[in-house]
C-alpha cells in the first residue's frame, strides 16, 4: 500500500479493492494517505478534541517509519534559513480545535492558533512553521506551499474531505498531506438523515412561519419517506452509513459509485446502479462522495433534466459537486422540488446567493462534523485507561511478554481498524512501568523492543452496528495477577471495558462483572458476599475524607464471592488502604490509578 518514491515524498495508493477519497488512478501519486473505508476508530476526534496525538502522526503509522523521512524529521526544526535549530517543532492551528487536543499539541511542540486569517495572512505566517493543521474552511494552495519556503512538512487535515488543500503542490513542494477520514462518519450520515426528513416534512420553514406568527398547516403539508426511492451518490463511509438508516425508514435504497464493492452494498441491501439510473428513478438523492475535477459539478443542468421530476437533493458532502446556478434553475422550474444542503461551493455563501432566498432549500452552515461525538474518542480513551489498568493488575508490571487484545463488535472484523486502539493499549501498558513516550508512530516499535508481544482477535457479536465496538477485552499471559480475582478461568489476567454515554467504563475483571466508569482512582476489592460491606469500606474512607465518587459491586454466585469497584477522587494514604485490607470479610483488595 504504501511507497516511497524519494527522500522526501511518501506515497500512497488506496489499497486496491477499497475506495479512496481520490478518483484512481491519477491521485496515486499524490502524498495523501487514506485508511480503509469503514474504519470509525481514526483519530480524527483525537486532533479534533482529545488527541492522545495529532493527525499526521496518526497516519505516519500506516507506514514503515523508514518510508516516512518527514515524519521523523518533525521532531528536529529548523528556521527556513537554516540559522538556528529549535528542539520542538512548530504547528500552526488555522481552525478550531478542542482544547484537549491542543494541549497535547502543545506537549511536544510550539503550537500556535492563529484563526480566521486571509489567504494573505496565511501565506505570510506559515514559513515559521514545520505543522499546519487546518479543518474545511483553510485553503491551503499552491500560494501556500511556495510561501512555506521548504520548512512546511506535514498538512493535517482534522476531519475527510481534502479538497480545500493542493494535493499536486504537496506533492511538487514535498509535503505530506495527512486527514482523519472517519471520525465524523456518524455525524455526517445523521445529517444527511436529519436534512432528509426535514425537508420532506418542511421542518425549517414551518419553523420559521409559526415563529412570524402564523399557522399555516396546509400550506406545510409534506412528503413521506416510506416506500420512496433514495439515491446515495458516493457509496463510502457516509453514505453507506445514510443507506443503513434509510433502509430503517422504509426506504428503497440505490446507490451509484463506480469504485464501491457491489457485495459490501447488497450486504446493507442496496443496489449498485449506473448514475444515470439513480438520478432518473430517484425521489430523494443524497450527495456523498468527493469533491475532485471528475465529480466537480457533476449536478449540473443536463443531469438536472435527467433526473425525476420533483426529485429532492441532499448535500452533505461538498458544495462544488453541484452547479449552484443550474440547481437554482432547476429549483425554479420545479424540475427539483426541493433541496437540503450543508456545504456550499464558497462557504459561507454570498449574501446574494439566490440558494438563501429560495423557500424550498433548506441550508446549514456545514454541520455535518460539528456533533458532539464526532469530536471525542472515547474508545481510544478506553484502549489507553484498560492498558494502564492491566498492567497495574500484574503482579511486578515489568515481566509482561504477551498482550491479547480481543475487540468486539457487530460489524465486519474486516472493518475494523485497531491499528490506534493497539497503540492507545500498548501506550497504557508500557507507559507507567517504564520512561518510554509511546505514541501511535513508536508504539508497535516500543513493544517489540520491550519483548512485549501484542495480538488481536476480532469477534463478531450481535450489539448494535451504531457502536464501532462493543467491548474491549485486554488479558495477559504467563503472569501472575497481584489481585487473583482478575485472573480468568484461563489463567490470564484479563479485564474488559466498554464506552457507555460516551464515557470509558470498566465491565469486566476476571470472571466478575463490574460497571465503573474509568475515572480517577480506583480501589477493587474481593470479598464475601454479604450485606454491609459497602458501608463498611465506605465509612474507612469517609473518615479520613477521601471521596468516594462510585462504588459497584459484581458476583458470580450469590453469597459467596463478590467483587467490589470503589472510584475515589484522591489516593489514599497507605493506612487507610491498610484498615480496607483489614476489614474481615475481604480477602483481596488492589489500588489502581487510572
Ligand atoms: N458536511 C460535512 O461536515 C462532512 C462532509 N464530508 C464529505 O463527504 C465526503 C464523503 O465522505 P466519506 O464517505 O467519508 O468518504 P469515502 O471516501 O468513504 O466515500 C466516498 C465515496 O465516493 C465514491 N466516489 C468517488 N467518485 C465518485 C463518483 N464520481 N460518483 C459516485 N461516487 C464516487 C468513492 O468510491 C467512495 O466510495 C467527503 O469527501 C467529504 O467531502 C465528510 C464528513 C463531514
Ligand atoms: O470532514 C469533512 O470533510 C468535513 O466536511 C467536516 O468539516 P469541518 O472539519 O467541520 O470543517
Known sequence: ????????????SPPPSLPSLLPPPSTAKFPHISFPPRNYLSPSSLIRSQPHL?????????????????????????DPDHTTNTSKPTILVSEKLGEGGLDLLRSFADVECLYGMSPEQLCKEISRFDALIV???????????????????????????IDNVDLQAATELGCLVVNAPTANTIAAA?????????????????????KSGKWQR??????????????????????????????????????????APADR???????????????????????????TPTTSKVFNDDTFAKMKKGARIINVARGGVIDEDALVRALESGVVSQAALDVFSEEPPPSDSKLLQLENVTLTPHLGASTKEAQLAPYVLLAEKLGRLAVQLVAGGDGIKAVKVVYRSARDPDDLDTRLLRAMIIKGIIEPISDSFVNLVNADFTAKQKGLRISEERVVVDS???????????????????????ESEHGNVSIEGRVKYGIPHLTRVGSYSVDVSLEGNLILCRQVDQPGMIGQV???????????????????????KAIMAIGVDEEPDKNTLKKIGEVSAIEEFVFLKL
Not at 190 to 210: C, F, K, P, T
Not at 223 to 252: D, N, P, W, Y
Not at 465 to 471: C, F, G, L
Open 1 to 12: 500500500m504504501a511507497s516511497a518514491s524519494s527522500a522526501n515524498h511518501i506515497l500512497l
Open 54 to 78: 495529532p493527525c499526521f502522526i496518526t497516519n505516519a503509522a500506516a507506514l514503515n517509519t523508514a518510508q516516512s523521512p518527514n515524519i521523523v524529521s518533525l521532531s528536529k526544526t529548523t
Open 135 to 161: 479543518r474545511s474552511g483553510t485553503k491551503v494552495s499552491r500560494e501556500v506551499f511556495q510561501a512555506a519556503n521548504g520548512r512546511l512538512k506535514v498538512v493535517g487535515r482534522a476531519g475527510v474531505g
Open 190 to 210: 445523521e445529517h444527511a438523515i436529519a436534512l432528509l426528513a426535514s425537508m420532506a416534512r418542511n421542518v425549517a420553514q414551518s419553523d420559521a412561519s409559526v
Open 218 to 259: 396546509t400550506k406545510y403539508i409534506g412528503v413521506s419517506l416510506v416506500g420512496k426511492t433514495l439515491a446515495i451518490m458516493g457509496f463510502g463511509k457516509v453514505g453507506s452509513e445514510v443507506a443503513r438508516r434509510a433502509k430503517g425508514l422504509g426506504m428503497h435504497v440505490i446507490s451509484h459509485d463506480p469504485y
Open 265 to 291: 452494498a447488497r450486504a446493507i441491501g442496496v443496489d449498485l446502479v449506473s448514475f444515470d439510473d439513480a438520478i432518473s428513478t430517484a425521489d430523494f438523492i443524497s450527495l456523498h462522495m468527493p469533491l
Open 464 to 486: 448494535s452496528p451504531e457502536n464501532p465496538i462493543d467491548s474491549i477485552q485486554v488479558l495477559i499471559s504467563n503472569t501472575e495477577s497481584k489481585f487473583a480475582s482478575a
Open 538 to 560: 465506605g465509612n474507612i474512607l469517609g473518615e479520613q475524607n477521601y471521596n468516594v465518587s462510585f462504588m459497584s459491586v459484581g458476583r458470580t454466585v450469590k453469597r459467596t
